[in-house]
């Protein structure tokens, strides 16, 4: 099976910063995209930022210029810096990660618990 982790969530101002991690762990032969997604109290499940295996990255524009998504392969992990949070910013984060279990096989999506995210004075 394969397991993520995060961690990192809180309570923060505004204009404040958290960094959220997230590991990868079980059974792993490569991951392809990580991603962080959130939902906030009464609003779907939206997608912030995600990154390649080759390091590319894309972000929703909310957040753009004050989010940034980094991994480490080595460490099968994928983090989320987050800076000049807003309240609007306050929601669950979500941790998602494409796995290959097997050499031969498909990616399979697997999620992480969430993290609480709460941005407020």
């Known amino acids: 099976q394969v397991q993520l982790v995060e961690s990192g969530g809180g309570l923060v101002q505004p204009g404040g910063s958290l960094r959220l991690s997230c590991e990868v762990s079980g059974n792993i032969f490569s991951i392809y995209g990580m991603a962080w997604y959130r939902r906030a109290p009464g609003k779907e499940r939206e997608l912030v930022a995600d990154c390649t295996s080759e390091g590319s990255t894309s972000y929703a524009d909310s957040v753009k210029g004050r989010f940034t998504i980094s991994r480490d392969n080595a460490k099968n992990t994928v983090y989320l810096q987050m800076n000049s949070l807003k309240p609007e910013d306050t929601a669950v984060y979500y941790c998602?990660?494409?796995?290959?279990?097997?050499?031969?096989?498909?990616?399979?999506?697997?999620w992480g618990q969430g993290t609480q995210v709460t941005v407020s004075s």
């Open positions: 998602n990660a494409a796995v290959v279990t097997a050499k031969g096989y498909y990616s399979a999506d697997y």
